[in-house]
């Protein structure tokens, strides 16, 4: 992608899984708002589908990709929206389609291909994470160009995938979350991070929930959003899922 931008813009429709409650929302705005934020500079003009309403697209190619969001749910309830993600991410799979995962769109992909999820024994991941890469596709690569080796990212999860579906590839790991992302040739891409947070909001959420996280963990995660910290690779991950598009659509 060069500094103006890709040559050609690629439409993204987004299985929305759930919405910011208002006090998280009023950081740096609802999903709506985070996604567009993240990817529009990197060439995805994101359509947004409520999922939660049954709000899912008529025929596939009413965008040129798909991904599916993160949501406070748990991929494996047994609820009719879920499954009906999950029949989606099946076709789209099955059609060839291009198609992203993040969070519980990543745990949902791993269900609905036949792998596992299961509550983590670790408890919650939260605040910025680092990953290994140890299966690094062509278009992963870090800001010198080489190909990327790690990545560290904004987390919010108690749920992990536990077994990767058939013909998946692990793309990266870390000894808290060992399926951190992973990949099916140029059909699928998942990351359990979210390339679509901000600190702020980071730093509400795990402050919302540190009845639920513990205070032990709130305040790593915490630590983890300023230096010494690694520095946030947000807009590195956000333009890897760009460029898985634009690989899978020869664009």
């Known amino acids: 992608m060069s500094d103006d931008g890709p040559a050609e813009r690629i439409s993204v429709g987004l299985i929305l899984c759930d919405h910011l409650d208002?006090?998280?929302?009023?950081?740096?705005?609802?999903?709506?708002?985070?996604?567009?934020?993240?990817?529009?500079?990197?060439?995805?003009?994101?359509?947004?589908?409520?999922?939660?309403e049954g709000r899912l697209?008529?025929?596939?190619?009413?965008?040129?990709?798909?991904?599916?969001?993160?949501?406070?749910?748990?991929?494996?309830?047994?609820?009719?929206?879920?499954?009906?993600?999950?029949?989606?991410?099946?076709?789209?799979?099955?059609?060839?389609?291009?198609?992203?995962?993040?969070?519980?769109?990543?745990?949902l992909a791993a269900l609905a291909?036949?792998?596992?999820?299961?509550?983590?024994?670790?408890?919650?991941?939260?605040?910025?994470?680092?990953?290994?890469?140890?299966?690094?596709a062509e278009w992963m690569t870090g800001p010198d160009g080489a190909p990327a080796e790690r990545f560290t990212l904004l987390m919010s999860h108690r749920d992990q995938v536990t077994r990767l579906p058939d013909g998946a590839d692990l793309v990266a790991t870390s000894e808290y979350c060992p399926?951190?992302?992973?990949?099916?040739?140029?059909?699928?891409?998942?990351?359990?991070?979210?390339?679509?947070?901000?600190?702020?909001?980071?730093?509400?959420?795990?402050?919302?929930?540190?009845?639920?996280?513990g205070d032990d963990v709130v305040d790593a995660g915490l630590a983890s959003l300023h230096p010494p910290a690694p520095p946030l690779d947000q807009d590195l991950v956000s333009g890897w899922i760009a460029a898985f598009y634009r690989q899978a659509l020869d664009r």
């Open 22 to 52: 208002p006090d998280p929302a009023s950081v740096d705005g609802d999903y709506p708002v985070l996604y567009p934020a993240a990817f529009a500079h990197h060439g995805l003009d994101i359509r947004v589908y409520e999922a939660t």
């Open 57 to 107: 697209p008529d025929d596939l190619d009413e965008c040129d990709a798909w991904m599916i969001s993160g949501s406070r749910r748990s991929a494996y309830e047994d609820e009719g929206w879920i499954l009906d993600v999950k029949d989606l991410i099946a076709s789209n799979v099955e059609a060839g389609r291009p198609q992203v995962g993040v969070c519980f769109g990543h745990q």
């Open 113 to 136: 291909l036949g792998g596992e999820v299961q509550r983590a024994e670790v408890g919650w991941g939260v605040g910025g994470r680092t990953f290994d890469v140890v299966a690094p």
């Open 179 to 213: 399926v951190a992302a992973y990949r099916i040739d140029d059909r699928l891409f998942c990351v359990q991070g979210h390339p679509e947070f901000t600190p702020g909001l980071s730093e509400v959420l795990m402050e919302m929930r540190r009845g639920a996280i």
